[in-house]
């Protein structure tokens, strides 16, 4: 099983700011790395796969980099819809493992 | 548009069994890869299991292995996850979701609530 670290769990933040968010595997995906959004009572939304592939619909200020075990969601300016949880997910093997979610929340 | 919804959804007594629907629309539901995942209250995202376009390939997390089953029949559009001897700690909102070799996870239903209590 690969497992699915994020970091940090809850992170505080204005609106405007520039953040970044961190995913780690325990093993090497080979860029099988996805980000989703989801807001309360909603169902995840995703934002960026093959590690930095913007979705369809998906604003500019949401960037993915990293490689090999170690992976970052960047967003350039929060907006206020921006605030929400945000969880990561191989899908290097069959297993599509998540990582355990960053929430955003405004300061 | 891409639509996925979830259904049969309900309390069930631990140990019974359920059997959850999805109904896809607006695609080639015979062309996508399909999964289900489900969030308990409060908590995270956990994939349960995996079904390839053909039914050909099936994969399970191994906490739901030998209980539960997914399937799909191509000619309705559908997708099904039927669950046995089912647990408290399997209470959690149940989610499809299309997956594909090159975009994972791309369109998700709303969710069906299963709520496993006495």
């Known amino acids: 099983e690969i497992m699915m670290t994020q970091s940090p769990a809850t992170l505080s933040v204005s609106p405007g700011e520039r953040v970044t968010l961190s995913c780690r595997a325990s093993?090497?995906?080979?860029?099988?790395l996805a980000w989703y959004q989801q807001k309360p009572g909603q169902a995840p939304r995703l934002l960026i796969y093959?590690?930095?592939t913007r979705a369809t619909g998906i604003p500019a200020r949401f960037s993915g980099s990293g490689s090999g075990t170690e992976f970052t969601l960047t967003i350039s300016s929060l907006q206020s819809v921006d605030f929400a949880v945000y969880y990561c997910?191989?899908?290097?093997?069959?297993?599509?493992?998540f990582g355990q979610g960053t929430k955003l929340e405004i300061k | 548009d891409v639509q996925l919804v979830e259904s049969g959804g309900r309390l069930v007594q631990p140990g019974g069994s359920l059997r959850l629907s999805c109904a896809a629309s607006?695609?080639?539901?015979?062309?996508?890869?399909m999964n289900w995942v489900r969030q308990a209250p409060g908590k995270g995202l956990e994939w349960l299991s995996y079904?390839?376009?053909?039914?050909?390939?099936?994969y399970y997390a191994d906490s739901v292995k030998g209980r539960f089953t997914i399937s799909r029949d191509n000619a309705k559009n559908s997708l099904y996850l039927q669950m046995n001897s089912l647990r408290a700690e399997d209470t959690a909102l149940y989610y499809c979701?299309?997956?594909?070799?090159?975009?994972?996870?791309?369109?998700w239903g709303r969710g069906t609530l299963v709520t496993v209590s006495s």
């Open positions: 979701a299309r997956d594909s070799d090159s975009t994972p996870f791309d369109y």
């Open positions: 607006g695609f080639s539901f015979s062309s996508y890869e």
């Open positions: 079904i390839s376009s053909t039914s050909r390939t099936i």
């Open positions: 093993q090497s995906i080979y860029g099988k």
């Open positions: 093959a590690a930095s």
């Open positions: 997910q191989q899908y290097s093997i069959w297993e599509r493992t």
